[in-house]
């Protein structure tokens, strides 16, 4: 699955010394027989439980050019916005036609889905305001369905409304492996030339037990969230 791309986000990492990860690296490098290379966030988390974002790219494709932490207030007074705030990443890519954007990557707490989902505007305000561009693509499991964001929800959504942003994931897909129906998982593209570079129709979910016609338990074991992804057209 992984070697299908050139830039993946891995949520829910939880592996302090990298162990897993670099036998990940090594499997995939030795598999696919292309270059990929790793950027990882610190543990990230209020409590004692925490969670890495993991970006796996390959090094012949793009280039990371910059990346820090979003700034979302004191975690010790339990004033800050995100249970995991964002490491975002702002990518080199030669041969796609925009050739630098940002990613912005989130696992959003449940039960705070849709307050962090908005406070993804502040975010992209941020991003603007440090590097100069909402060439931004805001991605992961947002949590952003069923019972963790209803329908009265989305209208006080700042970043559903914002006209510069497409919302790529529709609300009616299923990125669930499991019996559940739920578009947990969403591709927000910002930005007038990050827009025109998405190929039409590129956006969707990779049901990979349905590609690999695997049985539920063995694609639970894979994930419990099917991947979503997107294409950018080639220069």
Sequence with gaps: ILSEYDIILVQEVRDADLSAVNELMAQLNSASGQPYSFLVSIPLGRTSYKEQYLFIYRSDMV??????????????????TFSREPFIVKFSSPTTQLQEFVLVPLH????????????????????????????????????????????????????????TCE???????????ADTDCAYDRIVACGTALRQDIDP???????????FHLQSKDA?????HFPVEVTLKAR
């Design 63 to 80: 280039s990371v050019l910059e990346s820090y932490y979003y700034d979302d207030g004191c975690e010790p007074c339990g004033t800050d």
């Design 108 to 163: 959003s707490e449940p039960s705070n889905a849709a307050q962090e989902i908005d406070a993804l505007y502040d975010v992209y305000t941020d991003v603007i305001d440090k590097w100069g561009t909402n060439d931004i693509l805001f991605l992961g499991d947002f949590n952003a369905d069923c019972s963790y964001v209803t329908s009265s929800q989305w209208p006080s959504i700042r970043l559903r409304s914002l006209r």
């Design 167 to 177: 919302w790529l994931i529709p609300d009616s897909a299923d990125t669930t492996v």
């Design 201 to 211: 129709g590129s956006a969707t979910v990779n049901n990979f037990e349905e590609k």
């Design 220 to 224: 639970l074991a894979v994930s419990d």
